[in-house]
DNA sequence: GTCGGATCAATAACCATTCCTGATTCCGAG
DNA sequence: CTCGGAATCAGGAATGGTTATTGATCCGAC
């Protein structure tokens, strides 16, 4: 377990309890971009008394004090990532798969906002969607 | 009513019901960026018998011919808007109201993201939050 | 007019997520 | 060690935007 992990919980006063151990190697276990329900399933193999909405709780405690990110595509559960960096990920429309899109900066865009608007810029997200290579395949 | 509206429902084999043309007035009518339930009210001062499943199934008559489109913010419900050009909107998260950014161009940026990944993009769609000066104002 | 498909109103269902409640666990003070 | 209060938990009910279902009704082609 990463020591900055074990510092963020000390600065933040949650605990981190066997749970939300739990809930961040589900995190590892995974492709990589899981939703709620992805991380239950796993979760569960291992301690089948969670319940789902501890581990809506434990994610929401890890992204609030730093350690997970998460993206929400419309109509569809919101994913949650280990990866912390600002980057792009594309969801497939059709079976939900989400894969990260490398060396496309956003650069300025978000200054270029708020140079546009009144509004006091909080974020600026871009929701990519398409088709993956392999439902492509079976279209 | 423009013509340009009724071609669209003969193409589609839609018929331009009482309903929706209610529904496209509301639209006009409203300052812009409503929700559902938004249009449903206002539909509903002059045909109080409408139901808002049936202004929900209007609405996407209307976005599916291409009338109207819509835009969706996290854990909000979605907009319609009139304004079928290409355009940023921003909301405000502390009163949800909705206000487009003029001036911010996204060029070649879905063309860029294409070239970066094997997906077929579909869609990239910027949502952008922030707060509005009024509620700025009174924070 | 009338037949059949499109549309409608009303309401039930959906689903991701949050909320609630009482039980359990954790942790520091004694 | 052990007591008590706070944090966390499991389970399940509730929420809210949206969609599906179901008869009833409308409308246009014949």
């Given at each position: ?32 971009h ?14 089948p ?18 350690v ?20 792009l990920?594309?969801r497939?429309?059709?079976?939900g ?7 496309v ?35």
């Open positions: 377990m990463d020591s900055g992990i074990r510092d963020k919980f000390r600065k933040s006063g949650y605990t981190l309890t066997s749970q939300r151990r739990a809930v961040l190697e589900a995190l590892t276990e995974s492709d990589g899981p939703s709620a329900e992805d991380v239950y399933l796993i979760v569960k193999r291992k301690n008394r969670v319940a789902l909405g501890t581990v809506y709780q434990a994610l929401s405690v890890l992204e609030e004090i730093g997970i990110g998460s993206k929400h595509w419309n109509e569809s559960p919101t994913r949650y990532d280990l990866n912390l960096e600002p980057h990920d594309i497939c429309g059709h079976c798969a989400v894969s990260e899109i490398p060396g900066g956003l650069d300025d865009l978000e200054s270029r906002i708020q140079e546009n608007t009144t509004y006091q810029v909080k974020s600026a997200t871009l929701v990519v969607e398409g088709v993956c290579p392999k439902c492509r395949r079976n279209q």
